[in-house]
């Protein structure tokens, strides 16, 4: 079955840089758009960066300038550095994949199970 595993979350200081990925698998053939959103105590789930197929990109205000979005289409890999980390940053990043065409079919709004960020002042 198809999978989006989250890694790179850790502890940092304000100011510190932190590196997330996101790995699909399961007989992946193509996969749309992937983002990362983030989700803090008490607060809704918001979107911090996507980038589509073709490579193109958009952030969320809070993040332009610190955070950078890419991926590797061939490891079916997103990636996220995180550089001039806030406190306000921390939260549960989650990885998304709006489309996921897999030897099992099409799957739509695929989630990750999250990895924690943390930001220390």
């Known amino acids: 079955q198809v999978q989006l595993v989250e890694s790179g979350g850790g502890l940092v200081q304000s100011g510190g840089s932190l590196r997330l990925s996101c790995t699909a698998s399961?007989?992946?053939?193509?996969?749309?758009?992937m983002g990362w959103y983030r989700q803090a105590p008490g607060k809704q789930r918001e979107l911090v960066a996507g980038?589509?197929?073709?490579?193109?990109?958009n952030y969320a205000d809070s993040v332009k300038g610190r955070f950078t979005i890419s991926r590797d289409n061939a490891r079916n890999t997103v990636y996220l550095q995180m550089n001039n980390l806030k406190p306000e940053d921390t939260a549960v990043y989650f990885c998304?994949?709006?489309?996921?065409?897999?030897?099992?079919?099409?799957?739509?709004?695929?989630w990750g199970r999250g990895t924690q960020v943390t930001v220390s002042s």
């Open positions: 998304n994949a709006d489309q996921i065409v897999s030897g099992y079919g099409p799957q739509y709004d695929f």
């Open positions: 399961g007989r992946i053939f193509s996969i749309n758009t």
């Open positions: 980038i589509t197929s073709g490579g193109h990109t």
